[in-house]
């Protein structure tokens, strides 16, 4: 058995393409391993025995050089909840009996900690039928919030997208003399890292967002409306990062909409921003607006991160190694050494240790009254955004990979 077969889950971002071609080089200059093959959406891909010869398809360099810089994933996605194999073992014994088929040696599965969740299913279940598969998790999530690791693949792709809107939304509410506040909701369910990188976007001219709040603090409705109102008294303009999934102090999510969950039992979010542009228009009787990044920020490749790319091309090239030696039911993982110079090192942690578990935004990057970010949140983040990649235009427009095969 010395094929490998890769799949991806979950949303996408800027970087799981990287992740994905660092895995299919890995692969094709290791001795351990003569083939690879690429599961179209997902885990589903295996059920239903839809892939790719990825072997044949990436042979050039060019290509595999565009696939990094392709946005989103090249292999499709899925949101798949495997069941508790005491429970079902049906999808675990087809799983397993195309792994025999295909000889399959390793299984790299791309996503977040849903897609982790997965990836420690399966481990556990090849332990129980002493299967030799080896089963490793590639990071990947704009939310940052998988444990162990420093940071994960998509992160800071997405924060620099998030900076550099909150930059450019500023300059445009600057131009009107009168009075505005404007809320900017970005995703974040549990987690606020993202939303704390717009804190990046200040700098000699401009304060803005002139506040920050996130899920890890506590949202008080009327401590919210004091603070704009003395804002307001100072400046023009006054702009607000809000995290999607901001809650009260009962835990109660501050949402315009019906609450609904998915497969894996998450609440669905939107409408903080919306509840909020109402609340002030309600109270305070200025001119609001409020704006919904959505999925503009998960994978916008024409402003990518070149550190977050190459980072994740790093990551699945480990994840092979650690394949390789013969390691399994492990999530790569990167350590950060220093951040002047900013130095990394990759790892491995037991995905154990990881799925289904949520990494907050510390407090001591939280200031006291929970209304921004502190130093150490920037210091934090700034390393991740810096560097621009190369891309490919043609008669203006960004040239990505094809992704007709998910037709």
């Given at each position: 058995?010395?094929?490998?077969?890769?799949?991806?889950?979950?949303?996408?971002?800027?970087?799981?393409?990287?992740?994905?071609?660092?895995?299919?080089?890995?692969?094709?200059?290791?001795?351990?391993?003569?083939?690879?093959?690429?599961?179209?959406?997902?885990?589903?891909?295996?059920?239903?025995?839809?892939?790719?010869?990825?072997?044949?398809?990436?042979?050039?360099?060019?290509?595999?050089?565009?696939?990094?810089?392709?946005?989103?994933?090249?292999?499709?996605?899925?949101?798949?909840?495997?069941?508790?194999?005491?429970?079902?073992?049906?999808?675990?014994?087809?799983i397993f009996k195309f792994f025999e088929k295909m000889e399959i040696a390793a299984f790299f599965y791309i996503g977040g900690n849903d897609s982790m969740d997965t990836v420690d299913k399966l481990s556990a279940y090849a332990a129980e039928i002493q299967s030799n598969v080896r089963i490793i998790g590639i990071p990947k999530t704009i939310d940052n919030d998988l444990?162990?690791?420093?940071?994960?693949?998509?992160f800071g792709s997405a924060a620099k997208y998030v900076a550099s809107s909150l930059l450019e939304i500023y300059h445009d509410t600057v131009i009107y003399y009168v009075k505005s506040v404007t809320?900017?909701?970005?995703?974040?369910?549990?987690?606020?890292?993202?939303?704390?990188?717009?804190?990046?976007?200040?700098?000699?001219?401009?304060?803005?967002?002139?506040?920050?709040?996130?899920?890890?603090?506590?949202?008080?409705?009327?401590?919210?409306?004091?603070?704009?109102?003395?804002?307001?008294?100072?400046?023009?303009?006054?702009?607000?990062?809000?995290?999607?999934?901001?809650?009260?102090?009962?835990?109660?999510?501050?949402?315009?909409?019906?609450?609904?969950?998915?497969n894996f039992g998450h609440s669905q979010l939107s409408g903080a921003g919306k509840t909020l542009e109402y609340l002030i228009q309600d109270r305070l009787n200025v001119k609001v607006r409020s704006i919904e990044l959505n999925v503009l920020q998960r994978c916008s490749s024409h402003i990518a991160s070149r550190t977050d790319l190459e980072e994740s091309f790093c990551q699945g090239q480990h994840g092979v190694t650690l394949a390789?030696?013969?390691?399994?039911?492990?999530?790569?993982?990167?350590?950060?050494?220093?951040n002047e110079p900013y130095q990394v090192s990759y790892g491995a942690s037991p995905v154990c240790e990881i799925a289904n578990k949520v990494k907050s935004v510390p407090p001591e990057f939280?200031?006291?009254?929970?209304?921004?970010?502190?130093?150490e949140m920037i210091s934090y983040l700034k390393p991740l955004i810096q560097g621009e990649p190369e891309i490919t235009f043609s008669q203006g427009i960004p040239c990505y990979l094809p992704v007709s095969h998910l037709l």
């Open positions: 058995m010395k094929n490998c077969i890769v799949a991806q889950s979950g949303g996408p971002t800027a970087a799981i393409n990287a992740s994905l071609a660092g895995v299919i080089q890995g692969v094709l200059h290791h001795q351990e391993y003569d083939h690879i093959y690429g599961s179209i959406n997902g885990i589903i891909g295996i059920l239903e025995e839809r892939f790719l010869d990825l072997t044949e398809r990436f042979q050039a360099k060019e290509t595999l050089e565009q696939l990094k810089v392709s946005p989103a994933m090249y292999l499709g996605s899925c949101r798949y909840k495997l069941p508790n194999p005491k429970e079902d073992i049906t999808a675990f014994e087809k444990c162990i690791t420093d940071h994960t693949p998509g809320i900017v909701e970005i995703m974040g369910r549990d987690a606020g890292w993202l939303t704390a990188a717009s804190a990046l976007a200040r700098n000699e001219y401009s304060v803005a967002p002139h506040f920050i709040y996130l899920p890890e603090a506590a949202f008080d409705t009327e401590v919210f409306l004091k603070d704009v109102r003395n804002l307001l008294e100072k400046y023009n303009n006054v702009i607000i990062a809000v995290s999607e999934g901001i809650r009260d102090k009962n835990g109660n999510y501050i949402s315009a909409s019906r609450k609904t969950t998915d390789a030696e013969g390691k399994t039911g492990l999530m790569v993982t990167i350590k950060r050494e220093s939280i200031t006291p009254q929970g209304n921004d970010v502190t130093p």
